[in-house]
């Protein structure tokens, strides 16, 4: 398979587990080293609308009016006062790999609770440096973009992704006490998307890819979720989220209209690699930072959860939830690339159903 897959990210790292290949970079100095990478040389221009400023595509400006509305102030909104507590759980098991681990290994309550309160810390600050990436990556599609339609709708997401870098900063740092670091594989990803050029891979990188994810695993949290602050607080940001995933939908939509054969090829491609890095290290790092910590092996745990049966089953659920349906209808996921997302445990075919960006949200 490897041989076929024109787009490999962090080819270097990657080892074999069973049938699975790993991404897993353990060279701290290297990774301290991409962490420390925080000026990225991105391609920056400019392009005028062509002084019309009335409305050219009606579907945006209708969502734009939609993220007008739809505005929250994250300050005054939310019960900022409300305590975080390590103590009880922060949600029902379904929320933790880590808290079901150290059940399975017969840890106690008390230390359940704890690995689920670190894996929500630890997941949630992720999320956080994607949000970072999403307010940078907004502010590019507002200058690149070509419609006013365009423009304005970009812009007022990057108000959104403003209000959900502040969220989840506060909620992570002040509220559970510890932002982790950013995962290597997140780090080179969002650069990728950053550095890519042109609005039209922009747009599917960040629009439809990590905002498909990104509805994906907030919907996860929430729903799993005991705390009310959170709830809340995750309700809000998947409404925006949803929003930019449809904002996503109707312009790769016109994209694809336009695109040629070739075209199509290499934004499928790209699809597939970008997500295929994500996928590819299944949690490692996390269970790489918290094993001592709670007493497991994670070279261990990775190799058996890869060795359940029922693996690609559960490891699907993130990517079936909004980006793989949406990609499907976007005719961005072929019969010549079909196997390769089912090889990775990404597609589960007869669960696709219905599950698209309703690009009327
Ligand atoms: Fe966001
Ligand atoms: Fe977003």
Known sequence: MSAEMPFKFMSDTRRQIGDFEMIDLIDEDRIDSMRETLHVDAPSHIQWNHWEYGSEVEELRNLYEKGKSNQWNSST????????????????????????????MGKSEAEQKAAMFDEVAYVCSQLLHGEQAALQLCGQL????????????????????????EIFSRFVGEKMGTIYP??????????ELLTVEGYQMKTLGMQTLFEGMAVGIMDGLRSNAKHPLFIDM?????????????????????????ASPEEMAHMEDWAFGVLEAL?????????????????????????MILAMPEWKDFNSEIYMHTVVP?????????????DRWMERGMLVEGKVAGRATPVSA
């Open 326 to 338: 949406n990609l499907l209808r976007l005719g961005l996921i072929t019969d010549r690339t079909r």
């Open 279 to 303: 996928n590819a290290s299944q949690n490692i790092d996390m269970l790489r930072l918290f094993g001592p910590k709670y007493g497991f092996d994670a070279d261990q745990v990775s190799q």
């Open 142 to 165: 507002t200058a690149l973009c070509p419609t006013t339609d365009e423009k304005l709708y970009a812009a007022n997401q990057v108000a959104d992704e403003a209000r959900h870098v």
């Open 77 to 104: 909104d939310l019960d900022w006062d409300m305590p975080v507590s390590k103590d009880e759980w922060f949600g029902n098991m379904e929320m933790s790999l880590m808290a079901n681990l150290l059940k399975m």
């Open 182 to 191: 950013i995962t290597p594989v997140l780090k080179v990803l969002l650069d």
């Open 234 to 258: 995750v309700r809000r940001a998947e409404q925006d989220e949803s929003r930019h995933a449809a904002f996503g939908v109707l312009t790769m939509r016109r994209v694809v209209r336009e």
